[in-house]
């Protein structure tokens, strides 16, 4: 169990692989893409989580491909799956304590991929909810933390970030935010160095 002494202005979660684990999705679209294009998957899936699938493709797609129209591909067929899909332990328990104008979500993923997935883990829709198409460089870019503790009207140094993937992590801390990683989905993830649980049920802290 890990308890945090200060007190918070406002929590912000990353998504995919924090507040629900959706990593069988990912690695059917992102696997049977990486093999129709001659991509290695596992290259492919060491570094995809906790980005924009447009990132993604650019660093692996061939000189000729349209990756704004790949991305959209991949993105609708995220969208149609959501086998597998659960919340992370913990998850929905914190998510229903806290109040809605102290939360919110800072995803890779675009908005109506965000949302399906989210109600098929059974977790709330968010006042604040930054996502792909809200910004336009992503994790380990801080500007979608910077935009959420904005949209929040708190200092990113009253904000608790939670965040799985390295990409997101370095983004949280680089908005000048404390960040946990939750290791839940992703145990092998070496964490920056920030506080590590493996779900929601391992921490306490409170608001201020």
């Known amino acids: 169990m890990v308890h945090l002494d200060r007190a918070y202005s406002a929590v912000l979660f990353d998504m995919d692989g924090t507040l629900l684990d959706s990593s069988a999705v990912v690695e059917r679209v992102m696997t049977d893409w990486a093999v129709q294009n001659g991509i290695d998957p596992k290259a492919l899936l060491a570094v995809c989580q906790g980005r924009r699938t447009i990132d993604t493709i650019r660093d692996f797609a061939p000189a000729d491909m349209d990756c704004e129209a790949e991305a959209a591909r991949l993105e609708a067929a995220e969208v149609s799956d959501v086998r597998g899909i659960i919340a992370v332990p913990g998850a929905a328990d914190l998510l229903d304590r806290l109040p809605p104008d102290r939360w919110a979500i800072v995803t890779s993923a675009g908005r109506d991929l965000a949302t399906r997935r989210l109600t098929a883990a059974g977790l709330p829709i968010p006042e604040v909810f930054v996502t792909a198409e809200d910004i336009q460089k992503g994790k380990p870019d801080p500007s979608g933390y910077l935009l959420a503790v904005k ?31 939750i290791d839940f989905a992703r145990p092998e993830v070496a964490a920056h160095d920030c506080p590590r649980v493996s779900d929601f049920r391992e921490i306490t802290f409170s608001l201020s």
């Open 151 to 181: 949209r929040l009207s708190v200092p990113p140094r009253a904000c608790l970030v939670f965040e799985d993937a390295p990409a997101g992590i370095e983004a949280g801390l680089r908005a000048g935010c404390d960040v946990v990683a």
